[in-house]
């Protein structure tokens, strides 16, 4: 009787590591990670989206503190739009009298979004020469005769860019208002020109 021994079967082959990882790697399991992520992402696009959709993108501004003090520095008395319809938002305030001394020119400017959401831009200075000034009537056309707005005579002209400019020149003083708004809306402002009280 013969006794038998143990049967010796061969040792399991173990697959190399790159192999194991390149089948566990495969279409399917990378399209199952991917689909939650993507889930996520646009979840989180909407969501954003949906917060936005009722928030205001313009900016005001409360110009009433720029024109007190370019009213305070200046050597002139200061105008600026007042009262302005619903509709006219002031996006945007800036003077240079917060450097100025007793007799240095000051320049005041102001700018709207119109009803129609174009821009409109309000300038005075006493400096002929000030940038805000330059930039518009440089190079500008001026149209034949007056338009009288709000008690005043403004020119009317077209500025290098195609833009209508009204403009009003007294003692030193230039006022003007321009910008890609309608002649209608630049008039509206103009015409709201007032001098400053305090």
């Not at 969501?47 to 009722?54: A, D």
């Not at 007042?82 to 002031?90: I, N, V």
């Not at 008690?151 to 209508?164: C, D, I, L």
Request: with cysteine; hydrophobic share 40%.
């Amino acid at each position: 009787m013969s006794s038998a021994g143990p049967t010796s079967q061969p040792p399991a082959q173990v697959p190399p590591p790159a192999i194991e990882r390149t089948n566990r790697m495969s279409a399917a399991n990378m399209l199952r990670s991917l689909v939650p992520l993507v889930l996520i992402c646009l979840a989180l696009v909407g969501w954003m989206t949906f917060r936005q959709s009722g928030v205001d993108p313009v900016r005001e501004v409360d110009p009433a503190s720029t024109v007190q003090l370019a009213a305070a520095r200046a050597g002139y008395p200061v105008v600026a739009p007042a009262d302005l319809p619903d509709g006219y938002r002031p996006t945007s305030a800036r003077t240079d009298a917060g450097e100025a001394e007793a007799g240095d020119p000051v320049t005041l400017e102001i700018g709207y979004l119109t009803p129609s959401a174009e821009y409109a831009g309000f300038v005075v200075s006493d400096d002929a020469r000030a940038d805000a000034v330059d930039a518009v009537l440089a190079g500008a056309q001026q149209q034949e005769g007056t338009v009288d707005l709000g008690g005043q005579a403004w020119t009317r002209g077209t500025t290098e860019r195609g833009e209508t400019v009204l403009s009003r020149t007294a003692d030193g003083v230039t006022v003007l208002v321009t910008g890609s708004a309608s002649d209608a809306e630049l008039e509206t402002v103009a015409g709201s020109v007032r001098p400053y009280s305090g």
